[in-house]
Structures are given as C-alpha cells and as structure tokens.
C-alpha cells in the first residue's frame, strides 16, 4: 500500500513507478515497450591510454578487460559472444529485444574499415533493436563520426562517452588521457553530427582527492551539456589495478554509503529532468572487488537512494539551471 502511495504521488513526469528520476528501465519501455538485455561485447580493441598513444597502463581503476569483464571472451566471434550471453539471460528474463553493447576498452579507437563490419554485424544479429557504443571523447575522428551519424538514422544509437570527472587534475590523477575541453569537443561533434545519436556521459564518484563539491561541480558542468543519457559509477577498488596499489599502500580512501548516497541524491536534482539515468551505482566482478564491501549490496543502495528522495520531497531536475 505504501509503494502503490508513492506511485501515485509521486510528482516526478518520466516515471510510472515510485523512482523519482528517468530510469533507463522506463526509457525502454517508451522506446521499444518494455525490456531489452544489453549483451556485452568484446570486439578486441585497446585504449589510448594503454598503447602508448596518450600514455600507458590505462585508468588507475580499469581492470585488464577495459570494463569489459561481463562480456564473453575477444577470442570468440562477435556473432558467438551474443549467442552465449543471450542464452545465459534468457533463464533470467525476456530475451526477445537486445542491445548489443560494445563495452569492453575504446570502440571507436581502430580505422574505419575495421569498425565498420563490426557494428553492421551487430545490426544484424537476431532480436537487436539498437546498438550501444563505449568509447572517449578524444577517439572520434571525423569520418568515424560520420559514419556514426549514418548509423544514429538506421537504429537507436547511443555513443557512451567516458568523462568520469571534469576537473583535469583529476584526470591526470587517474591517467584518463584527455581533458574537460577535449571531452567537449568530441561530445559537440557527435551532437553536431545527428541528433539522432544519443549520447550517454560516464561519471564515477568517489575519486581520489574529490570532494563532493568537486563531484557535484561535475555534475553541473555535464548538466549544461544536456546529454541524453548518464551513468552514475562508484568507484570501485579491483584487484591487479594501480587503484589497488594505492588502496593497500593508504593512499586511497574507499568512499562511505553514507556520502555515496548523499552525493547520487543531490546530483540528480541538478542534472535536467528528461535526460535518463542509466544508473547510479555499478558492479565490480565480485572475486575481484578489494572496497567498498558494502557495494555489493547494490539493491539496498538503490532503496536508500529511493528513500531519501522521497523524505525530502525532491525529484531530478529540481535544481536544473540551463545557462543557454
């Protein structure tokens, strides 16, 4: 009786549950009605920041897949690692509507002529009714975001871009490779491109060295960008990272549930009503996760996240202020 309250008042517009931010569980529905599994994918590429090219070693806190840890091994074709993984998710949900979703390192860090079969392949695969695509800002040359444009007018596209923090000392900190203004510029070429292509910011919380006055200006300054999607990370400690090195040796602190929550609540009412969560937290592999040990809890998390904004009464993009 209480949730089915708070549905019912709940003042927030893109929501027909009791959340009261854009949920990406609601955005499927509105686009595709209902559900769709995103499949991972690992098509083999390398990052910037670990061939050499802006530096070496990569993210203090990426593990050796490149955040590709969930998606089938390279080894195999793409073709193969859909089939796998739909397989394994059909015992747990429908099936019928996927993503395929190149997760794993830089996919738009290879020429044109590799790029382009795979993601038509992609296209291609049975029941995909979009395609996602995780890369940097500093990776987007021009014929590849035409080529992207292209595709943005034949499926629902969404280019996932990872930012993390807009302060450059921060990026230099955890080797990110690029800057603020270079992650603007490879966002307003993808914007100018087509409006067709959605573009989804990666932010992550808890960083070395930030407060959440630093995390919140962030989320300001990605706010004014209006971007379709964003994704809200913790930091996680993995094992076999430099992050892990700095985490045994002292020289970083996990951040506590407490603050996390704190500081997801305040920036969701910063960030502009209609752009959709595509979450608040995430998943470290569980063998490998050093801290915080209290994010494996992930769903407790999110109730609390929940609670909180229901107690105070507040909704995502309350506190919006668009410049333009």
């Not at 919380?205 to 004014?224: H, I, W, Y």
């Not at 990272?241 to 951040?255: H, I, K, N, W």
Request: hydrophobic share 35%.
């Amino acid at each position: 009786m209480k949730q089915t309250t708070q549905v019912r008042n709940n003042p927030f517009p893109y929501s027909d549950t009791n959340k009261r931010y854009y949920t990406y569980d609601y955005y499927l529905k509105q686009t595709f009605g209902g559900k769709c599994a995103k499949i991972p994918l690992d098509a083999g590429l390398t990052c910037p920041n670990i061939d050499g090219r802006c530096g070496t070693g990569g993210c203090i806190y990426c593990s050796g897949r490149g955040s590709g840890d969930f998606a089938q091994s390279s080894s195999l074709s793409l073709e193969e690692q859909y089939r796998r993984t739909r397989e394994q998710l059909s015992s747990k949900w429908s099936v019928e509507r996927c993503i395929p979703y190149f997760q794993a390192h830089t996919n738009t860090y290879a020429p044109l002529f590799v790029l382009r079969p795979m993601f038509e392949t992609a296209l291609a695969l049975p029941g995909a009714v979009g395609l996602n695509i995780a890369t940097r800002a500093d990776c987007l040359p021009e014929d590849i975001v035409a080529y992207l444009a292209d595709l943005s007018h034949r499926t629902v596209l969404t280019v996932e871009l990872g930012l993390q923090s807009s302060h450059d000392r921060t990026a230099a900190l955890i080797n990110r490779g690029h800057s603020w203004a270079q992650f603007c510029q490879g966002y307003e070429a993808l914007r100018a491109a087509s409006e067709d292509i959605h573009v989804c910011v990666h932010l992550i919380f808890g960083l070395p060295g930030e407060s959440e006055q630093d995390m919140l200006e962030t989320v300001r300054r990605v706010a004014e960008l209006h971007p379709h999607q964003v994704k809200i990370h913790l930091l996680h400690v993995l094992k076999g990272t430099v992050l892990a090195d700095m985490y045994e040796r002292g020289e970083y602190v996990q951040m506590e549930r407490e603050d996390y929550i704190e500081t997801v609540v305040k920036a969701l009412t910063l960030l502009p009503p209609d752009t959709v969560i595509g979450r608040l937290t995430g998943d470290g592999m569980a063998d490998d996760l050093l801290a915080p040990e209290w994010s494996r809890r992930k769903v407790m998390v999110l109730n609390d996240i929940d609670k909180r904004l229901f107690e105070r009464n507040w909704q995502q993009g309350m506190n919006f202020e668009s410049k333009k």
